[in-house]
């Protein structure tokens, strides 16, 4: 005989608000609201377009952060590997200028160079991490100094330039165009998101990626080749930097000891005020977005606002970038 049925009332779930997930995006909100009301130049076209395309460059090297730290590692040298592949590039395209002019070949044939860099230092990095079994911490920030060693050798000290004019002018456009009025670095870095986050979300690739910095021990019972996986997030990290490389080089033509200082720190950052979890296992291209526009509203609403000094710009980020930590001491 059956039981009659017990018409329990309906619980409404109850609403939580997920700081780490939903704060960096309400932040950039209420950022830029106080921009505009202290500034009306804040909300312009102009200068709105000159803060996404002042992102876009960390933005792509923090895109490829996020798999590295979602994968449980961390890759100090972005910012050396692009003023590395700066100077390297800059040199071959001076050399090959002299052979073939200034003309498309020259300027294919140079940034093949710089992929190629990019390919064999980030292939490096996840050999001498998974098959050395050495700590990412110690590889990376070893081959930091090695990069920004020898691109002070190559410059001699000093600084490498283009040494032909028309050359820098063919190549000038990568940086300053503005197809339909949006200069070209917006859309690679939009275009870069999107492919991660589809990579991240919709491959099996990105599920192993998340796996292994959840519990690399249990991805590789569950036949993740957790090595190969880990080495390939590497080599993503490498060639997003070699995108940024490529937007960065025709933007000031130039290469220097001082190149691409701190890039590591705001990359980083970036991915941390975006709600990925330094501890590995999950993380969002969308936060990682979102947290490096908001570093850099952060710097132009000081600038334009005179709030405090521009210098402190840098400890008002280490502020917010401490705030987001504490707020994740609990989370993996």
């Known amino acids: 005989m059956s039981q009659p049925e017990v018409n329990k009332p309906v619980v409404a779930p109850r609403f939580r608000f997920d700081v780490l997930s939903y704060g960096p995006l309400l932040g950039l909100i209420l950022l830029g609201i106080l921009g505009a009301a202290l500034n009306p130049d804040f909300a312009t076209w102009g200068n709105i377009s000159n803060v996404l395309t002042r992102t876009s460059l960390v933005g792509i090297i923090a895109i490829g952060a996020t798999f590295v730290i979602i994968s449980g590692g961390i890759d100090l040298s972005v910012g050396s590997l692009l003023a590395l592949q700066s100077g390297v590039m800059i040199l071959t395209l001076n050399f090959l200028v002299t052979t073939f002019g200034a003309s498309v070949p020259t300027l294919l044939i140079g940034l093949a160079a710089t992929v190629v860099l990019g390919f064999v230092v980030g292939l490096l990095h996840g050999l001498l991490i998974t098959k050395g079994r050495i700590e990412a911490f110690i590889v990376t920030l070893g081959t930091a100094a090695i990069f920004r060693a020898v691109l002070t050798e190559l410059a ?35 275009g870069v998101a999107l492919i991660a986050g589809l990579i991240l979300n919709r491959t099996a690739f990105g599920r192993y990626v ?93 600038n334009i606002t005179s709030l405090i000094s521009e210098y402190l710009n840098p400890a008002v980020q280490g502020v917010v970038i401490i705030i987001v930590a504490f707020l994740q001491r609990n989370r993996k």
């Open 210 to 302: 998340q796996a292994i910095g959840s519990n690399e021990q249990v991805a590789r019972y569950a036949t993740i080749r957790v090595d190969m996986v880990k080495t390939w997030v590497y080599v993503f990290q490498a060639l997003c930097v070699t995108i940024a490389t490529i937007l960065y080089v025709p933007r000031l033509g130039s290469a220097s000891n001082s190149t691409g200082l701190g890039f590591e720190l705001e990359a980083i950052a970036a991915v941390i005020i975006g709600g990925t979890s330094l501890k590995g296992g999950n993380g969002k291209i969308f936060g990682t977005v979102i947290g490096a526009i908001l570093l850099t509203t952060i710097g132009n609403v000081l």
């Open 156 to 190: 001699q000290g000093g600084t490498l330039t283009f040494q032909d004019s028309k050359l820098a002018d063919l190549y000038s456009p990568v940086y300053y165009a503005a197809p339909l009025g949006i200069p070209v670095p917006i859309l690679v870095f939009l």
